[in-house]
């Protein structure tokens, strides 16, 4: 009697796809272990059937800074060049038969793996931690354009401000001057003014004195006898 399959075609696809949409690269041995278990050979004909599409994660590695770029392709190609080396070395040495063990022959492998997995994960948080560190510099650089572009306008209005006071300040310097030379004319004219009632008071006097001092005509002798 066929032994019964512990996981169904559907589940194989879902756990393949699950991976599909984190990016990371899809084999018998990544699908195993997602799925906790399953016959390596009966995912590969599973696979084999699956529709391909390509993972997401490059896209966003396009965007990445150049080294943190050449890091992450760097650890890829070591870690899948590390996988390809254990499977071929489990497939050159496990018979055909013993597919339905693999997953307790291979424990130091998975662990391998297992650790691989896990510095791609940190690789991948280091990244995400620079993207945010990029977006916050681009917003810090933002606000500082904002602020530079406030200062500027603030300074063409102080600018403007203080032309105008100047224009101010010599209107009224003009103001002043005018109103100095005319207190001086007034002034003068003052001066003037006494000066000519002086001579008026003067005149006044001369003619009282004349006035009072004018001698009397004297009556003539026997007139009026």
Known sequence: MPRPQKYTDSEIVAAAQALIARGEEINPMRVRMRLGGGNVKRIKTVLAGMPWRPPQGPALAGRLPPALKRELLHLTAEASQEILLLLAKYWAGVPAASTNTIGEENAGPRTHITDLD??????????????????ETERCMKQVATERDDLARNF??????????????????????????????????????????????????????????????????????
């Open 118 to 135: 896990k510095s791609r994960l940190v690789l991948s948080e280091k990244l995400a931690l620079a993207q945010s560190k990029r977006e």
């Open 156 to 225: 063409g209005s102080l600018q403007s401000a203080l032309r105008n006071a100047e224009a101010d300040f010599r209107a009224a310097q003009r103001t002043i001057e005018t109103f100095e030379r005319h207190r001086r004319e007034d002034r003068e004219q003052i001066r003037d003014l006494h000066k000519r009632i002086e001579e008026m008071i003067g005149e006044i006097a001369q003619l009282k004195t004349k006035a009072s001092g004018a001698p009397q005509r004297k009556r003539p002798r026997g007139a009026g006898s």
